[in-house]
C-alpha cells in the first residue's frame, strides 16, 4: 500500500511523521546518536537489508539531517554524520523512550538508562513551558492557528478540539 505524502501537509506532526513515521530512520537517528557514522556498522547494528539501508540514509541525507562524508582512510566509502538538523532529533527520541519505557517494558527491562552527565542522575524526557520552565499536561495546552495555517484548510482543527477561537 502507497503511503500518503504528508510533507507539504500544514501541520508540523504530519511533516515530522515523513522521518519519525519510518522505523528504519528512527533506528538509524538513533545509531547516529550512539556514534554509528559508517554503512557497515549500521547494517550488523540494526540487521537491515542493503537496498533498505541505502534507500533511508539516502533520504536522511536529501533531508538534511545526515552529511555523507568520505572516509579518511577509504575516500571511495562514505560516512554518515548527524547534522545540526540531526543532533536536534535527540528530544523527540529521548521522549519515545520515556513513553516506550512507561507502556511498553515491565519495571526490569529496560536496556538502557538515560543518565544526565552534569549532575550524575537518571532522567526521563519531559515536557516543559520554554517561556516560563512550568510542566506541560494535555489539559494545559492550547492551539491557535499560526502564520502558516491556510485558509482554505477546514474543517477547523479547532472548532473540532473545542478551543475557543473567538479570542
Same mark, same amino acid.
Given at each position: ?8 501537509? +500544514?501541520?508540523? =506532526?504530519?511533516? %515530522? ?7 528504519? #530512520?528512527? !533506528?538509524?537517528?538513533?545509531?547516529? =546518536? ?16 542493503? #537496498? ?7 533520504? !536522511? ?24 538538523? $540531526?543532533?536536534?532529533? /535527540? ?11 512507561? /507502556?511498553?517494558?515491565? +519495571? ?24 516560563? $520552565? ?7 495546552? $492550547?492551539?491557535?492557528? $499560526? +502564520?502558516?495555517? +491556510? %485558509? ?5 482543527? !479547532?472548532?473540532? =478540539? ?6
Amino acid at each position: 500500500m502507497k503511503r500518503t505524502d504528508t510533507s507539504a501537509w +500544514p501541520c508540523t =506532526i504530519a511533516r %515530522a511523521g515523513v522521518i519519525f513515521g519510518d522505523q528504519w #530512520n528512527v !533506528l538509524l537517528l538513533r545509531e547516529a =546518536i550512539y556514534g554509528t557514522r559508517r554503512f557497515d556498522e549500521f547494517q550488523q547494528a540494526l540487521g537491515i537489508a542493503r #537496498n533498505i539501508l541505502t534507500d533511508r540514509l539516502s533520504r !536522511l541525507v536529501s533531508e538534511g539531517l545526515f552529511a555523507r562524508t568520505a572516509q579518511p582512510e577509504r575516500p571511495d566509502r562514505y560516512e554518515y554524520v548527524l547534522t545540526d538538523k $540531526g543532533r536536534d532529533t /535527540y528530544p523527540v527520541l529521548l521522549a519515545m523512550a520515556t513513553w516506550a519505557r512507561s /507502556y511498553m517494558l515491565g +519495571p526490569d527491562e529496560d536496556p538502557l538508562v538515560f543518565e544526565y552527565l552534569t549532575c550524575a542522575h537518571d532522567f526521563d524526557a519531559v515536557s516543559a513551558c520554554s517561556h516560563c $520552565g512550568e510542566l506541560l499536561s494535555l489539559d494545559q495546552i $492550547g492551539v491557535r492557528w $499560526g +502564520p502558516g495555517h +491556510p %485558509a482554505y484548510h477546514q474543517p477547523s482543527i !479547532l472548532d473540532r =478540539i473545542g478551543y475557543d477561537t473567538d479570542g
